[in-house]
Nanobody, 118 residues
Framework: QVQLVESGGGLVQPGGSLRLSCAASRNIFNMYTMGWYRQAPGKQRQLVATITSGGSTNYADSVKGRFTISRDNAENTVNLQMDTLKPEDTAVYYC????????????WGLGTQVTVSS
């Protein structure tokens, strides 16, 4: 019922910035926690950041102080501002929507590539 589409990925030099965006096909942001995950070559998919419907945020230790997650419920979008990028940030970044009440439901986008390299 819900489609998530990521955009904003690309190639950037170390120390640079990118902003990722995720758009949902319908308004679900009043019920779902939104998040960004990433998967680097040869590694497991890992949490980057989450934001609840009330605006509470959580970040992986590796991105604290460098990344900022935000949401605009009226526009059905969630964003990830990435600053001071490192080569270790290179990965496919995935948008996620998740709820547990009244039932467990989760949705994933198809991902967008972020490459940090000189």
């Amino acid at each position: 019922q819900v489609q998530l589409v990521e955009s904003g990925g690309g190639l950037v030099q170390p120390g640079g910035s990118l902003r990722l965006s995720c758009a949902a096909s319908r308004n679900i942001f009043n019920m779902y926690t939104m998040g960004w995950y990433r998967q680097a070559p040869g590694k497991q998919r890992q949490l980057v950041a989450t934001i609840t419907s009330g605006g509470s945020t959580n970040y992986a230790d590796s991105v604290k102080g460098r990344f900022t997650i935000s949401r605009d419920n009226a526009e059905n979008t969630v964003n990830l501002q990435m600053d001071t990028l490192k080569p270790e940030d290179t990965a496919v970044y995935y948008c996620n929507a998740n709820r547990v009440i009244p039932t467990y439901v989760t949705y994933w986008g198809l991902g967008t590539q972020v490459t940090v390299s000189s």
